[in-house]
């Protein structure tokens, strides 16, 4: 029986393995060209690459469009082995570089929508005001409870496994919490470097701005099914695809949820198409007869 595979794409990258540009060089993908086609379409100069540099690091812009010009190129890799997904999912802003391995939506487009969203929501970003934290060791109850005790106006807008969730909010709201939530015992807190709130209630205002920002783009059916983060509901068709990218920027996600889709769905085999191992770190946690598939060994 042959392996069902699926491709899940990351957010950002929190940790580079430094295996990522030698595996690219391996493949013969010169990653120089897709940041020179990002930088075309934006009109802008994204600067090569280097593990060194702080141009990408210290950026939120430029973080995100690093994210996901390596998962597209991770993702053109596997294909062009053959390795064909029978299923995609994107895990918060990683929906845009899963939108181009569905060949829903060009590179070019993927990155013309990041940098539109960044700049839709730019009098919230960069303020200062708000934040993001995650919570490790703690179940989505305890962290429940203490938001509705100290801090009500936060919110979780991601769960990640049984004992990992992401928060968002003020960030004066953010920083009590992760306090109090080490004080209840959990593992590990810590505070995102993202100053936008993505996934939250703060971005609802902006929900109609960003539907006819998707509806200006070309948008094509999903050649791949892909599996929302939202609501878990499977789709291909093109207003699905703009549904989601709307949901996906102003409610919350599930990524939970998400895997254990992949898994009913009789996946066996995860790709995770991207820089660093954060969502191989999620999956330890996850339960499910599959296998998290390292791309530096295919």
């Known amino acids: 029986m042959k392996n069902k595979a699926a491709f899940i794409f990351p957010a950002f990258i929190t940790e580079f393995t430094r295996n990522e540009i030698e595996f690219l060089d391996k493949n013969s993908i010169d990653f120089n060209d897709y940041l020179h086609k990002a930088s075309v379409a934006l009109n802008i100069d994204l600067p090569e690459f280097s593990y060194n540099t702080d141009i990408y690091r210290n950026d939120e812009?430029?973080?995100?469009?690093?994210?996901?010009?390596?998962?597209?190129?991770?993702s053109d890799i596997l294909q062009k082995k053959s390795i064909?997904?029978?299923?995609?999912?994107?895990?918060?802003?990683?929906?845009?570089?899963?939108?181009?391995a569905a060949k829903s939506i060009s590179i070019e487009d993927g990155a013309k929508l990041i940098f539109s969203a960044y700049n839709l929501v730019n009098d919230i970003t960069g303020t200062g005001i708000y934040g993001m934290g995650a919570i490790i060791g703690?179940?989505?109850?305890?962290?429940?409870?203490?938001i509705k005790n100290s801090t009500p106006d936060l919110e979780i807008i991601n769960i990640n496994?049984?004992?990992?969730?992401?928060?968002?909010?003020?960030?004066?709201?953010?920083?009590?919490?992760?306090?109090?939530?080490?004080e209840e015992g959990a593992f590990s807190t810590a505070e995102l470097t993202i100053?936008?709130?993505?996934?939250?209630?703060?971005?609802?205002?902006?929900?109609?701005?960003?539907?006819?920002?998707?509806?200006s783009?070309?948008?094509?059916?999903?050649?791949?099914?892909?599996?929302?983060?939202?609501?878990?509901?499977?789709?291909?068709?093109?207003?699905?695809?703009?549904?989601?990218?709307?949901?996906?920027?102003?409610?919350?996600?599930?990524?939970?949820k998400t895997m254990q889709k992949l898994i009913e769905n009789n996946v066996s085999e995860i790709y995770e198409c991207g820089a660093g191992k954060d969502l191989k770190k999620i999956s330890r946690f996850i339960d499910g007869n599959y296998k998290m598939k390292s791309i530096y060994k295919i």
């Open 84 to 100: 064909v997904p029978e299923l995609i999912a994107g895990y918060s802003m990683g929906i845009y570089a899963s939108f181009y």
């Open 195 to 215: 100053d936008t709130p993505y996934h939250s209630k703060y971005l609802l205002k902006y929900s109609d701005r960003f539907e006819n920002l998707v509806n």
């Open 161 to 182: 496994n049984e004992h990992s969730l992401v928060i968002a909010g003020k960030k004066k709201d953010v920083i009590i919490v992760l306090k109090k939530a080490k």
């Open 61 to 74: 812009l430029n973080s995100q469009l690093l994210a996901y010009l390596l998962s597209c190129a991770f």
């Open 217 to 256: 783009f070309s948008i094509k059916e999903a050649v791949i099914p892909v599996v929302s983060t939202y609501d878990q509901r499977i789709f291909t068709q093109v207003s699905e695809v703009k549904k989601e990218l709307i949901l996906n920027l102003t409610r919350k996600i599930n990524w939970y």
């Open 138 to 146: 703690l179940s989505t109850e305890d962290v429940e409870n203490l």
